[in-house]
């Protein structure tokens, strides 16, 4: 996993200065740096990073799938450390920047250090130990939160897998309720302190917001990226308000007035999914009659071929055999693409289902903790259609992170933020009923025929198209 946010220390550049040089061109020579001393900086700052992120990517890990006191004091005090260092290395890279006979990789390198801080904290003392302290404990608290379903305690992994296949609006309005209420309200307050510190940070960097400085990464200005963004969305946005009209209607038809008013807003409860932020899961209820049957689930096919998800009493030896096999089922795909097996550490130590000895952040990722072959997925696999393409979608994360991994430290990342899960996406578009043939899930008398595509086409809609504006939303 690469961990930019919270890495390395700060290094102060070097300047050579000539020993034949006159004391005046000496002094000169102290105060302008070169291109030889920003390509010295950036070799410093890359090994620095390297070695530091191995560490962190430990922690990181160890806090993430250990959800306790301890770890969050440990993962929140790199993260302090980390930040402090990467705001050195921004800082000391914008001297750099505007240097004449720069090479283009070491421009891009300063660039990169200067803008590539998930959450930069300003210089003041204490705000790094502060934003670094909130950011874990936020990341803690949606790992252990809690809501309910009718009357009991159920955590947000199993919230997330009840909404995508409960159609009692009222148990979806109490799953919805209870999570924002204790988990979501709460971490109001500190979402907006370090959402202040972060802002300050940034605007220390040379930013208008911390938002402008993630809108940045794209080779653009970041105003050209937000009016392009803006641009397409308003190519894209008929087609996304025929969608959310045909669903409303639908929901209305199964819930009637009082649930689904036929008119304005979608009920978010009402979408599958915990966020609603992609609809796919209540394709059965809007499906069209004839065009809509595509005629299977792949969560069903998954339990009729014997995927039995983990219960939660099972401490036998077949524990996670299912979600495990799902795994295995995805790394086919890639082989069958090329690409070498997975490791032997990644089956040893990623985490396919959640334990039952102790908290963790369930929220799907994949990591390369060591840069090179530590690949690992970290979640909490339930047997069911989001899941199965969860799955391939990380994956992909790990596959392109493996393809890079003889890059330069500052280049072990995505083209961009938006390029790892552009690449994760499109593995998902793989999954065809072709796909599904080939691996023995789907009877080939069972594919749909070229009458079902706008119900093929729908299902994909619900999910890809539907998801734009929440995307658009939260990278605003």
């Known amino acids: 996993m690469k961990i930019l946010a919270s890495i390395a220390a700060l290094a102060c550049a070097s300047l050579s200065v000539p020993t034949a040089a006159m004391a005046q061109d000496a002094a000169?020579?102290?105060?302008?740096?070169?291109?030889?001393?920003?390509?010295?900086?950036?070799?410093?700052?890359?090994k620095d990073l390297f070695d530091f992120s191995v560490e962190g990517g430990r922690v990181a890990w160890i806090n993430a799938t250990y959800l306790t006191d301890d770890t969050d004091a440990i993962a929140a005090r790199y993260g302090e450390i980390g930040t402090e260092k990467a705001v050195g290395y921004a800082l000391e890279a914008a001297k750099y920047q505007a240097l004449p006979g720069l090479s283009y990789d070491t421009k891009r390198k300063l660039d990169i250090l200067r803008g590539g801080i998930v959450l930069p904290a300003p210089t003041t003392p204490g705000a790094a130990a502060e934003l670094a302290t909130i950011s874990t404990k936020l990341q803690s608290s949606y790992g252990k939160g809690r809501g309910t379903l009718r009357g009991k305690e159920i955590n947000g992994s199993d919230i997330e897998a009840e909404m995508g296949s409960n159609r009692n609006p009222d148990e979806l309005r109490e799953m919805w309720v209870s999570w924002h209420d204790n988990v979501g309200a709460p971490m109001g307050p500190d979402y907006a302190r370090m959402l202040e510190i972060a802002n300050k940070g940034a605007t220390e960097l040379g930013y208008a917001d911390v938002g402008a400085m993630w809108r940045s990464g794209y080779d653009m200005p970041a105003d050209d990226f937000a009016n392009l963004t803006d641009k397409l969305w308003l190519e894209v946005k008929p087609l996304y308000d025929e969608l959310h009209t045909y669903v409303r209607t639908q929901l209305n038809k199964k819930y009637g007035d009082a649930v689904q008013s036929k008119t304005g807003p979608i009920r978010a409860d009402l979408l599958g999914n915990?966020?609603?932020?992609?609809?796919?899961?209540?394709?059965?209820?809007?499906?069209?009659?004839?065009?809509?049957?595509?005629?299977?689930?792949?969560?069903?096919?998954?339990?009729?071929?014997?995927?039995?998800?983990?219960?939660?009493?099972?401490?036998?030896?077949?524990?996670?055999?299912?979600?495990?096999?799902?795994?295995?089922?995805?790394?086919?795909?890639?082989?069958?693409?090329?690409?070498?097996?997975?490791?032997?550490?990644?089956?040893?130590?990623?985490?396919?289902?959640?334990?039952?000895?102790r908290e963790v952040v369930c929220h799907a990722s994949a990591w390369d903790i060591d840069n090179v072959e530590d690949l690992r997925i970290k979640m909490c696999i339930k047997v069911n259609t989001d899941d199965f393409v969860t799955i391939h979608h990380e994956l992909g994360h790990n596959y392109y992170q493996r393809a890079y991994n003889k890059q330069p430290y500052l280049y072990l990342n995505g083209a961009n933020d938006g390029f790892h899960e552009a690449i994760g996406d499109a593995i998902a578009l793989s999954i065809t009923p072709n796909y599904l043939v080939q691996i023995g899930l789907l009877d080939p008398a069972k594919v749909p025929g070229a009458d079902k595509d706008?119900?093929?086409?729908?299902?994909?809609?619900?999910?890809?198209?539907?998801?734009?504006?929440?995307?658009?939303?939260?990278?605003?």
């Open 454 to 476: 706008n119900g093929l086409l729908l299902r994909q809609a619900m999910d890809m198209v539907a998801f734009l504006p929440f995307g658009l939303l939260i990278g605003k």
């Open 274 to 357: 915990m966020w609603a932020q992609e609809w796919g899961n209540i394709y059965d209820i809007v499906a069209p009659p004839g065009a809509g049957d595509i005629g299977y689930d792949i969560g069903a096919l998954l339990v009729t071929k014997g995927y039995q998800q983990t219960d939660v009493a099972d401490f036998t030896a077949s524990r996670g055999k299912a979600e495990k096999n799902m795994v295995k089922v995805g790394e086919g795909f890639f082989s069958s693409l090329g690409f070498a097996p997975l490791p032997k550490t990644f089956w040893d130590r990623a985490q396919f289902i959640k334990p039952t000895d």
């Open 28 to 46: 000169t020579a102290a105060v302008a740096p070169t291109a030889s001393d920003a390509d010295a900086f950036v070799a410093r700052a890359e």
